[in-house]
Structures are given as C-alpha cells and as structure tokens.
Nanobody, 123 residues
Framework: QLAESGGGSVQTGGSLTLSCRAS????????MAWFRQVPGKEREGVAARAMAGSTNYADSVKGRFTASLDVGKDTLTLAMNNLKAEDSGTYYC???????????????????WGQGTPVTVHS
C-alpha cells in the first residue's frame, strides 16, 4: 500500500528525491514518514510530515532534506540535497494515524510500510 521510488546512487554533495505514494490508507488524519536503515543498525527516523502540515526532521538532515506531502495524491516526497556518505542506506516510507504528542520517529507507531528503496552516496 506504500510504493516508494527515486532511490539510486549519487556522489557526495549531490541530490536525490524520493517519492512514496500511499493507497488504501484510510485514517482521517494521518502522518507519513521516512526512515532509513543500514545493516546492523536500527531503523532511524529521517523526516515526518502530518496532514495538518507539521514537519519533523532528524538533526542530521535538518537544512538538507525537505519532506513534502501532497494530500490530494497521498504522496510524500523527500528532497535530499548535499548528500553525505552517512546518508546511505535503505529508505523506507511509513504511514500511520496522526497522534498528538506521539513520537514521530518511533517505528511501531506506523502500521504501514513500503518495501524500501536504496540510496548510496559515494565519493
């Protein structure tokens, strides 16, 4: 129900844009997020965007990544600029109900997940 696209390989300092289209997500108010994971490490939250417009980012990507949500198309995009080697990993899209006060970067709060799209940043 979540289809990601846009991953790939890019040089350090380059840019990529990821997209995630949701289908069948029926929450009245929902939130979508991007997580990333590298082998041997836990999945970490990168950015989240709620229908109401609030946006959250991991400290490591603030100022470089921008999350946008097209509510009409149920599509979340992540524009990634000035990419660094440490941004490499598999990026997963997630969706779940919006909950006031809930931790945006906690994976268990998102029932829906995409299959993941790889991002490789090389020198």
């Amino acid at each position: 129900q979540l289809a990601e696209s846009g991953g790939g390989s890019v040089q350090t300092g380059g840019s990529l844009t990821l997209s995630c289209r949701a289908s069948g997500v029926t929450y009245l108010h929902y939130q979508m997020a991007w997580f990333r994971q590298v082998p041997g490490k836990e999945r970490e939250g990168v950015a989240a965007r709620a229908m109401a417009g609030s946006t959250n980012y991991a400290d490591s990507v603030k100022g470089r990544f921008t999350a946008s949500l097209d509510v009409g198309k149920d599509t979340l995009t992540l524009a990634m600029n000035n990419l660094k080697a440490e941004d490499s990993g598999t990026y997963y899209c997630a969706a779940g109900p919006w909950e006031a006060g809930a931790s945006w970067h906690s994976p268990p709060r998102y029932p829906y997940w995409g299959q993941g799209t790889p991002v490789t940043v090389h020198s």
